[in-house]
């Protein structure tokens, strides 16, 4: 079945309709999706990727509200993909994050979708890339990617965008576990949210402090801003500091680099997903099942089915 | 290099510096670890996998601390294999945990392994897995595997295991979120640890309400135990639990099923890494990076590249 050229059409001229359809082509592997992806490619790389990510309860969702808000009073089309890395046991707060951006949801220029990383065996970051190639070709001027910071999600998040926000809160004491675990090296900058609480100078101070002994590398040094963006403070500031690292990126070339690696990436992906497909023909799939029993019993082993398989 | 046999023959032996290293092996990925795990094969099969998932803070470690206790009083050898997902944002009480296990730690018949899951490709189902059949080989009759469940870790921890034991605290309305999340699934029983806190009976009765609305397959139905690890009360019926568990998949012949089931899993892992491996050869990589700059320039498409190196 070929793709509907006029789908297409629909989808690269912003229609949500199709976009919607287009991203659950990618979410569910539709066996159309990786066509799509190839004749939207052409259109793609205008788009700025933003990753913002963080603990849970930080207010990841209500400053990714607020930037979508900024964004469309300058004009700009905005796609949101928050991806829920399905916890069991913080589904609950994530279900209340969502709730909290309705207020753009009904924005034309804005296109949000959720998507959860549950189950997916190429994790999170393949099948986001994916829509936000989607949103790109459709138009996006600035997609933003949010995820809780929990497992892998962030580092995949990173490399996903362009530039990488942690947002953290002053009490938690997640400043310093989040130096410790190596945040570092994802953040290109933090934001310290709801700074109108007790102890966010000092929590400012301690990551600036840790800051001050590494450099970032590219001679970018990632600050620390201060938001409370339930009351809308300081998301102008950080609105800059993204325009400020992409300038930065895009004069030592960085930017480019940085999208040639995600497509490498992506071309492996391809490749394995495709030997695997055609490794596993009905011979072998059969070869395999007749050797459990002697795998089970112990009289070969799985390492040995494997090279026998591979001999075929 | 081959194997050094007398390194194998040690680890089978159950020595716990030869036992340490071949772990270190499988997780570093050794060039030998292979053939470490061919060698070993014939030796797997005699230890009983239970899994311990469940929210950060419900006492999983204390409880397999105490269940370790427990099997160490029946002289039977136990390994402990805690896999850290790594969120920068828990890590901190990760580690508190990791402290109360100290009592078993001293116990020469306990063998205790903490794992990261962080940037591991595969997940932590492979290496925990390989992990254990370490220990499996070097004579552990039970083997626990622990894990915070955050996102996919305790999908895996299930795969991974014989019985799965899914632990939840009276306070947090955790238990209706995991009956929400489907972790009904995945949970062969519930206890609800801390049982001593205001709401355990409530708590428990919910689980219970749900649970009676399905029924678990196989004819096991999960029920809920109550305990306070802390004190050690409940842990011995905790043991008789996964010892009925036990008893249920073997009488109804699931425990070779489900095994069955792990090594084609795993077979077809290896397939898919040995392909990988196979395919990048140097003229590939080669075509490749030639190619990068026509992605970049939108000549062409990753999805062209992809076509262009399976046709070589």
């Known amino acids: 079945m070929p793709l509907d050229p006029q789908f297409v059409e629909r989808m690269l001229a912003g229609d949500r309709v199709a ?23 052409p259109k793609t790389g205008k788009a700025y990727c933003v990753g913002i990510t963080g603990p849970p309860g930080a207010g990841k969702s209500t400053l990714t509200n607020k930037l979508a808000k900024l964004y469309r009073s300058q004009k700009k089309k905005v796609g949101i993909i928050a991806v829920d890395p399905t916890s069991p046991f913080t589904g609950g707060a994530l279900l209340g994050d969502r709730v909290r951006m309705t207020d753009v949801e009904l924005d034309e220029g804005v296109f949000i979708r959720s998507m959860a990383s549950r189950g997916s ?4 970051s393949k099948t986001a890339r994916e829509a936000a190639d989607i949103l790109d070709a459709s138009g996006c001027n600035v997609i933003l990617l949010e995820t809780v910071g929990v497992g892998q999600s962030e580092l995949d998040i990173a490399r996903a965008a362009d530039t990488t926000v942690v947002v953290l809160v002053p009490e938690s004491g997640d400043s ?3 130096m ?7 953040a290109d900058f933090f934001v310290m949210n709801k700074s109108d609480r007790a102890g966010a100078e000092q929590a400012v101070m301690s990551i600036k402090t840790v800051l001050g002994f590494k450099l970032h590398g590219e001679g970018w040094m990632p600050d620390v801003l201060q938001t409370v963006a339930q009351d809308g403070k300081g998301i102008e500031a950080v609105a800059e500091m993204i325009e400020k690292h992409r300038a930065s990126l895009e004069s030592a070339g960085m930017l480019v680099k940085r999208r040639a690696v995600r497509l490498e990436e992506r071309i492996h992906e391809l490749i394995s997903e495709r030997l695997h497909v055609t490794f596993w023909n009905a ?13 089970l019993s112990f009289k070969t082993t799985p390492y040995d089915v494997v090279e026998k398989l591979l001999a075929t």
Chains 1, 2 share one sequence.
């Open 19 to 41: 976009i919607a359809r287009g991203i659950s082509m990618v979410e569910n592997e539709h066996p159309d999706a990786v066509a799509l992806l190839r004749s939207i490619y």
């Open 283 to 295: 011979s072998r799939e059969k070869l395999l099942s007749s050797s459990m029993e002697q795998v």
């Open 180 to 186: 410790k675990a190596g945040l570092m090296e994802i």
């Open 176 to 178: 310093i576990q989040a």
């Open 121 to 124: 065996l190429g994790g999170l």
